[in-house]
């Protein structure tokens, strides 16, 4: 295998792997991103210890979609996550809770 087909087919990976993001995203609550990883997840239980004057988190997701190429089964039941970096939480709007106008315009 050439480095060009290497990256070709990492390129066509990554693209598969957008377009299940793309369809699955509406059925997710929350996006968390942590230092390795992107979560899609439905239930976020996002705590802060310590120990040994170290501050790190503690996180676990239910009903969660994993982004990433290389698993093979991304949607996962329960997903726990220890780190010592921040980790960005952040609900999803649903498309009922997104006002359109009426005449289908985005201009104001």
């Known amino acids: 295998m050439s480095a060009e087909d290497l990256e070709n087919y990492e390129t066509d ?3 598969q792997l957008y377009r299940e993001y793309r369809d699955v ?3 997710f609550n929350y996006v968390v991103e942590t230092e390795r990883r ?3 997840a439905n239930h976020v239980d ?3 210890r310590s120990a040994d004057g170290e501050i790190y988190f503690d996180l676990t997701l239910n009903d969660a979609w994993v982004w990433d190429v290389y698993r093979s089964a991304r949607f996962v039941k329960t997903v726990r996550v220890i780190t010592f970096k921040d980790v960005n939480v952040e ?3 649903k498309s009922d809770d997104i006002p359109l106008p009426k005449d ?3 201009s104001g």
């Open 38 to 40: 992107f979560y899609l």
């Open 104 to 106: 289908g315009s985005l």
């Open 46 to 48: 996002l705590q802060a």
């Open 25 to 27: 995203v509406s059925l």
């Open 91 to 93: 609900e999803l709007a």
């Open 13 to 15: 990976m990554e693209l």
